[in-house]
């Protein structure tokens, strides 16, 4: 994945290089466990970003957000900056009606929730 015009030296090209020197240590360790290297977070960073990309996510895309504070979540962050989208994030504990009313103000091109944690309020906001 090339860099947005104009984000040479972006936060995430940088942390991409830097994961890729970091090799097989320890990157993240999710709340169930999971762990993940430098190698595996650097690889699932580009192919988020090529799989969001894949469905029409583009620069400048606003991309409004729901999940729980998972192990995706910083790969999701990093996928989406690559790509030089806006992100907004909703947390999990927020109120039904107050989701409903952020999600419409902030107009998002681009709705991405956890369906293993959010999938009926996910349901109700993508429809």
Not at 32 to 44: E, H, S
Request: glycine share 10%.
């Amino acid at each position: 994945m090339q860099p947005v015009s104009g984000q040479r030296g972006s936060y995430v090209q940088g942390a991409l290089r830097l994961f890729e020197e970091w090799g097989d240590l320890e990157a993240v360790v999710g709340g169930d466990d999971r762990r993940l290297t430098y190698t595996q977070l650097r690889q699932a960073v580009l192919d988020l970003a090529a799989a969001l990309n894949d469905h029409g996510v583009r620069p400048g895309s606003a991309v409004l957000v729901m999940m729980t504070n998972s192990i995706e979540g910083p790969i999701l962050q990093l996928a989406l900056h690559l790509l030089g989208c806006r992100s907004m994030w909703i947390a999990s504990v927020t109120a039904p009606r107050e989701i409903t009313e952020f999600s419409k103000l902030a107009k998002p091109d681009v709705f991405v929730y956890d369906a293993r944690t959010a999938s009926e309020v996910g349901r109700q906001i993508g429809a």
